[in-house]
């Protein structure tokens, strides 16, 4: 409801402060009470969908076929026949529609990916990579029609680091996982191993919501590569330790929330060079789903 927006605004309501932003920063904003009257009322060259994953493609598809680019918030779509029409959509309309897959964009993932690139500390060995919480008690999370619409925490969290994995190794030759129930779903928490077997790869994937509410959130990963181990968690998120057999220096991480800030950057960056967003495709995001899919297999 409009009328929420700013009243709620400092509420435990999100996982991200909104500092000292206040409802009067915001009344100046014209709110609607749904997507469809936004749409008739403003001249707009796109849409930033943050909604809850049930209405990811109701509200695309209502986007596009008004010719609006779309940036919408991961995951995709649940369902993998709908993510493929909105990719169509897009294409035949000339849009740019991307998936906020944050993490590519966080600067202590974006410097591990410059050192897989580089091989600057040699073959990569493996990577472990983790992110957990507590089961999430805030907002929608405690209405029960929605939650069991999310895909659980496969699919909103974990999801970060399959999709982080895949953008920057590909797609593995096995996947073998395990999984716990919690309040959101069947797959609350994962256990996972990827390999690559050409490559000599092995990708431990760690996560879920499980833990008790007040268990502080934590993500991060080990790379282990040929001549060094690099390690970062955002229990200490300003720095990257390196390790090697002589010694561990640690280098500055940058600031992980920058990665909001770059995603939408980058995507208003494809809207005025009129460009596909190749560092965020909607087929690699929708891929991802795929691959959460694969986790569940037996």
């Not at 493609?57 to 993998?80: G, R």
């Not at 040699?122 to 029960?144: A, Q, Y």
């Not at 191993?193 to 760690?206: A, M, R, T």
């Not at 970062?232 to 330790?241: F, H, P, Q």
């Amino acid at each position: 409801r409009p009328d929420h927006i700013e009243s709620k605004l400092n509420s435990e309501t999100g996982n991200i402060s909104t500092g000292t932003v206040t409802g009067k920063n915001i009344e100046f904003i014209r709110k609607y009470p749904d997507l469809d009257a936004c749409l008739r009322s403003e001249d707009t060259d796109a849409v930033i969908i943050c909604t809850h994953t049930h209405l990811h493609y109701d509200m695309t598809k209502m986007a596009l076929l008004n010719n609006k680019h779309v940036f919408l918030e991961k995951p995709f779509c649940l369902d993998i026949q709908q993510g493929e029409e909105l990719i169509n959509l897009a294409k035949n309309k000339g849009l740019v529609l991307m998936i906020g897959h944050v993490v590519r964009f966080m600067p202590p993932y974006q410097k591990l990916k410059k050192w897989l690139d580089s091989g600057e500390f040699g073959n990569l060995k493996f990577l472990s990579l983790s992110r957990l919480s507590g089961i999430p008690v805030w907002g929608d999370w405690t209405n029960k029609n929605i939650t069991d619409k999310s895909g659980g925490a496969l699919f909103d969290l974990v999801i970060h680091d399959i999709d982080f994995v895949s953008w920057v190794l590909g797609i593995p030759d096995e996947i073998t996982a395990g999984y716990l129930p919690g309040q959101l779903s069947n797959h609350d928490y994962i256990s996972a191993s990827w390999s690559y077997k050409d490559k000599g790869i092995l990708v431990k994937i760690e996560g879920g919501n499980i833990f008790h509410a007040t268990f502080p959130f934590q993500s991060g990963y080990i790379a282990g590569f040929e001549n060094a181990t690099i390690n970062y968690t955002t229990l200490k998120g300003d720095v990257i330790g390196i390790s090697d057999d002589k010694k561990m220096k640690e280098v500055p991480a940058g600031d992980i929330g920058e990665g909001y800030y770059n995603e939408i950057e980058y995507f208003a960056g494809c809207l005025k060079n009129n460009s596909e967003p190749s560092e965020c495709t909607p087929e690699s995001s929708l891929m991802s789903v795929r691959l959460c899919y694969e986790h569940l297999k037996k």
